[in-house]
């Protein structure tokens, strides 16, 4: 059984800083392209960041270059997302994805960015 499990959501003010993690467990790991998406109140799904099975390339939303960051360990089957400098209209809830023939989603970890 697949299973992505998102961990690292929260409350943060603007400005500062948090780290998303996937585990994932069901599937092998380095094999997959793995991507974060998220999505806001009232707004469709969107994609932040991806990268490829070996890590060797990475893609991310014009909206949060230079601020995100998207990595992998396929040792420990988990992807992240260091996210910094972050603003209020990065409040969303962040699913992770895996993607292969088909895709997987974690159930999601809700960010919010506010005073």
């Known amino acids: 059984q697949v299973q992505l499990v998102e961990s690292g959501g929260g409350l943060v003010q603007p400005g500062g800083s948090l780290r998303l993690a996937c585990a994932a467990s069901?599937?092998?790991?380095?094999?997959?392209?793995m991507s974060w998406h998220r999505q806001a109140p009232g707004k469709e799904r969107e994609l932040v960041a991806s990268i490829a099975s070996t890590g060797g390339s990475t893609k991310y939303a014009d909206s949060v270059k230079g601020r995100f960051t998207i990595s992998r360990d396929n040792s420990k089957n988990t992807v992240y997302l260091q996210m910094n400098s972050l603003k209020p209209e990065d409040t969303a809830v962040y699913y992770c994805k895996a993607q292969r023939l088909v895709a997987y989603w974690g159930q999601g970890t809700q960010v919010t960015v506010s005073e």
């Open positions: 069901g599937v092998s790991f380095a094999g997959y392209a």
